[in-house]
C-alpha cells in the first residue's frame, strides 16, 4: 500500500470506532488518543483493525510510535518497505 | 418493551426483525429498540412462532407494554394451541409469571458450586456455611465449595439447600430489573409531567436525565459505605507485557482484563457483593454478570453486563470486553446485556485520575471502582521503590454487607491480581 492507501485504512480503523469523528478535522501532528478522546480498548481495536487491513504485526511497544496520525502512516509505510507487511 | 436497566420508562420500537407467522428460538432478535440512552437489539426469551406484532415501529411506549404475542411451542408445522398465544418482550418480572414450567428462563448458568469437580480431599467450610448447613439440614460432602481454594460458603450451602426444595425459585425476579413493576409510589417521577410520552428531542439530555434519576435513587434509597486500597501493580503489568509479546495483536490484553477478572475472582469468595437488594433483602446473584462502565463518546454511560463472567478464561473475558465496549460507542447491544448485571465496575482507564468513588447502580449491592496505574513510591521490605499502582474503590450497600466484608473483598482483589497467571 502506499502512504496515501495507508492513511485511509487508519481513518477508516478510527472512524470505525469513533464514528462521530470527522476525518477532515483531524490535526495529523497532535496525539489522536487525547484529539479524539480514545481510550486503551479504542486504540486496540484500531491497531487490531490497520493489522487487518495491512497484515502489519504492530508490537505492543511500538504503540507510542503510532499517536499521530501522521507517525501511525509513517510507521506503517516504513513496515510495509521493511517487507513485515503481508504481499497483498 | 422489556426494562432494560433501572433507569428505563420508556423504549421505542425502531425494527422489526420478525413478522408474524415467523419461527423464534430463545434468544433470537427479534426487535430493535431505542431507550434513551441506545440502540438495543432485544432478544426473545422463548421458543414459539411469532403471531401479532402489537407495536408498530416507531411507537414510543412505557416499559411493560407488551410488543409482540408469541405461540409457544416450537413452529415447523406443529397446530399451535389455540390458548397459547402469550406476550413477549414484557418486563422481566411478567415473563417469570407467564412460563411457570421454566423458572430460569433465562439463560441462567448452573450455580458456580455445579460444575466444579467434587471435593476429593478433606472439606474446607466456614464456620457460617457449617451453622448454615446443620440448619438447613444440607449434607455438606454433597456441596461443591465455591469459595478460595474451593472452600464451601455459607451461599454454597443456601444453594444446595434451594436445589433441594425447588419449590424456591432460584431467585429469577431478582435477576429482572424488578422496580420498575413494584417501584414505590411516592418517589419523585424524574420527566417532567406531560413531556413523558413525546421522544425527547435532544439524546443527550434524555441520556442525563435517565442518570441522573438512577443515581438520585440510589443516593436517595441506598446507604453507601466507601472503602479504598492501594493495589502494586507491578507483577500484574510485568506478566501482562511478556504474555502480550507472545500474542497477535487480536489477542493481545488490557490491564482492564486483569482487574475484571480479579474482581470475578474475589466475587466467588465474597458472594454478599454479587447481588440485589430488593424487598427489604438481599437476594444472591446466581452466576457472576459483571456490569462494565463503559463512557459513551459524546458524553453519557453505559453499563451492560459480560454474563457469566466466572465462566470465563481470562482471554474470554478479554475478547468479551474488546467487544461489548467497541458495540456500546458504535453499535448496538442486546438487551440480555441490559438487564441483569449481578456487581458493576467502573475503570477510568490510564488516561484517568487516581480514583474514584461510584455510585451503585439499583437493585445491585456493590460498586468496585479503579483509577488510572500509576508509577508511586512504594515501600517494601523496608525500601522505597517506584512502582505501578492502582487504587482500588468499593462503594457497596450498607444494609447488604458491612465494613469488614467489604475489606475482605478488595483484599481479595489485590491478593488475585499478585498472582496475574492464575487469573
Redesign the interface.
Known amino acids: 500500500m502506499n502512504q496515501q492507501e495507508l492513511r485511509d485504512v487508519v481513518i477508516r480503523a478510527l472512524t470505525d470506532v469513533a464514528p462521530d469523528i470527522d476525518p477532515a478535522t483531524i490535526d495529523p501532528v497532535t496525539d489522536l488518543t487525547e484529539q479524539l478522546d480514545i481510550d486503551s480498548m479504542d486504540f486496540l481495536n484500531i491497531v487490531v483493525a490497520v493489522h487487518k487491513q495491512t497484515g502489519i504485526e504492530i508490537p505492543e511497544r511500538d504503540y507510542p510510535k503510532l499517536l499521530t496520525l501522521d507517525d501511525a502512516v509513517a510507521y506503517l509505510l516504513a513496515a510495509e518497505q521493511r517487507g513485515a507487511g503481508a504481499d497483498a | 418493551m422489556p426494562s432494560l436497566g433501572a433507569d428505563m420508562e420508556y423504549g421505542t420500537l425502531l425494527e422489526w426483525r420478525v413478522g408474524p407467522g415467523d419461527n423464534v428460538k430463545r434468544g433470537d432478535i427479534v426487535a430493535v429498540i431505542d431507550t434513551s440512552k441506545a440502540e438495543i437489539e432485544v432478544e426473545i426469551f422463548q421458543d414459539g412462532v411469532i403471531d401479532q406484532l402489537l407495536v408498530t415501529e416507531g411507537t414510543r411506549v412505557p416499559v411493560g407494554t407488551a410488543l409482540a404475542t408469541v405461540r409457544a411451542g416450537a413452529g415447523d408445522g406443529a397446530p399451535p394451541p389455540p390458548q397459547a398465544s402469550e406476550p413477549i418482550a414484557v418486563t422481566p418480572a411478567l415473563q417469570a409469571e407467564t412460563q411457570p414450567p421454566a423458572p430460569a428462563e433465562t439463560p441462567v448458568p448452573p450455580p458456580p458450586a455445579v460444575p466444579r469437580p467434587p471435593q476429593v480431599h478433606r472439606l474446607r467450610v466456614s464456620p457460617v456455611a457449617r451453622r448454615a448447613a446443620e440448619q438447613l439440614g444440607v449434607d455438606l460432602a454433597s456441596v461443591a465449595g465455591s469459595g478460595s481454594d474451593g472452600a464451601i460458603t455459607k451461599a454454597d450451602v443456601e444453594r444446595a439447600a434451594e436445589a433441594v426444595a425447588p419449590s424456591v425459585p432460584p431467585a429469577t425476579p431478582a435477576r429482572a430489573v424488578p422496580e420498575s413493576a413494584s417501584a414505590p409510589a411516592p418517589a419523585p417521577t424524574p420527566m417532567p409531567p406531560g413531556a413523558a410520552p413525546a421522544e425527547p428531542a435532544d439524546r443527550a439530555a434524555a441520556m442525563r436525565l435517565a442518570i441522573g434519576s438512577l443515581m438520585a435513587r440510589s443516593k436517595r434509597e441506598i446507604p453507601h459505605y466507601y472503602l479504598q486500597t492501594q493495589i502494586d501493580m507491578s507483577r500484574a503489568l510485568a506478566w501482562l507485557?511478556e504474555e502480550?509479546?507472545r500474542r497477535?495483536?487480536?489477542d493481545?490484553l488490557?490491564?482492564?482484563a486483569l482487574l475484571l477478572s480479579a474482581v470475578v475472582e474475589a466475587v466467588a469468595a465474597m458472594p454478599a457483593m454479587n447481588g440485589f437488594w430488593i424487598d427489604d433483602a438481599f437476594r444472591p446473584a446466581e452466576g457472576v454478570h459483571l456490569g462494565v462502565a463503559i463512557s459513551l463518546?459524546?458524553g453519557g454511560l453505559i453499563a451492560p453486563a459480560l454474563h457469566d463472567a466466572d465462566h470465563k478464561s481470562l482471554d474470554e473475558l478479554m475478547a468479551g470486553?474488546?467487544d461489548l465496549?467497541?458495540r456500546a460507542?458504535?453499535g448496538r447491544l442486546r438487551s440480555s446485556e441490559m438487564s441483569d448485571p449481578s456487581i458493576t465496575v467502573t475503570n477510568l482507564?490510564?488516561?484517568g485520575v487516581d480514583l474514584v468513588h461510584g455510585v451503585i447502580y439499583p437493585p445491585q449491592v456493590a460498586l468496585v471502582g479503579f483509577g488510572g496505574i500509576r508509577e508511586q513510591p512504594w515501600a517494601a521490605d523496608g525500601m522505597i521503590g517506584a512502582r505501578p499502582v492502582v487504587i482500588a474503590t468499593l462503594a457497596a450497600d450498607h444494609r447488604a454487607s458491612d465494613g469488614h466484608a467489604g475489606s475482605r473483598f478488595l483484599t481479595e482483589i489485590d491478593h488475585r491480581l499478585q498472582e496475574p497467571e492464575e487469573l
Open positions: 507485557q502480550n509479546l497477535s495483536v487480536a493481545r488490557l490491564p482492564s463518546r459524546g470486553l474488546r465496549v467497541k460507542r458504535t482507564g490510564e488516561q
